[in-house]
T-cell receptor
């Protein structure tokens, strides 16, 4: 069965520092991996995805994520955090060879202090 | 480009009452999804449509939930009768095709069942 784990409920960083939001996954086939961000009272917004190819994926707002097959991880990163990055971040996975549903993690709240 | 539209944004009902949510996807998007997001959890897929056909409704509680997508555009999700545990945000999303295409989410409908 597919699953996604976001081990941290909350990540706190100071503005200007690098940030990492962790995600690990489990699928039987090749994974399609996604990161979404949710601001209060708004729907989820797509940040980036990994389907195949280069393990380092670049996305919106300066975010990037690194696919690591051996560690089954897809951590979200940003070199320099902004206060406006404070939001709820979701990792999601779909088995590229089976099923249709996108499975979401429980989310990680990112808090960037000034 | 207009985003995914949902209405109403908020709804409060008593248990055993019925409620309906409406979604208008992005123009040209053949795939439409309904998710349930309970507080503190990631979105969970309820049903996926491809045009006006159901692709996946394995997690839809069919004894009380129903959904339709007439003419392959707008969609309606209904709950009848509602239970307290149905209190959640109901998100509609659409995509140009199925995964690996990213999904675009509407703002959601926050349902409170008292």
């Amino acid at each position: 069965a597919q699953s996604v784990a976001q081990p941290e409920d909350q990540v706190n960083v100071a503005e200007g520092n690098p940030l990492t939001v962790k995600c690990t996954y489990s699928v039987s086939g090749n994974p399609y991996l996604f990161w979404y961000v949710q601001y209060p009272n708004r729907g989820l917004q797509f940040l980036l995805k990994y389907i195949t190819g280069d393990n380092l994926v670049k996305g919106s707002y300066g975010f990037e994520a690194e696919f690591n097959k051996s560690q089954t991880s897809f951590h979200l990163k940003k070199p320099s955090a902004l206060v406006s990055d404070s939001a709820l971040y979701f990792c999601a996975v779909r088995d590229g060879q089976a099923g249709t549903a996108l499975i979401f993690g429980k989310g990680t709240t990112l808090s960037v202090s000034s | 480009e207009a985003g995914v539209a949902q209405s109403p944004r908020y709804k409060i009902i008593e248990k055993r009452q019925s409620v309906a949510f409406w979604c208008n996807p992005i123009s040209g998007h053949a795939t439409l999804y309904w998710y349930q997001q309970i507080l503190g959890q990631g979105p969970k897929l309820l049903i996926q449509f491809q045009n006006n056909g159901v692709v996946d409704d394995s997690q839809l509680p069919k004894d009380r939930f129903s959904a339709e997508r007439l003419k392959g555009v707008d969609s309606t999700l209904k709950i009848q009768p509602a239970k307290l545990e149905d209190s959640a945000v109901y998100l509609c999303a659409s995509s140009f095709g199925t995964a690996p295409n990213e999904q675009y989410f509407g703002p959601g409908t926050r349902l409170t069942v008292t």
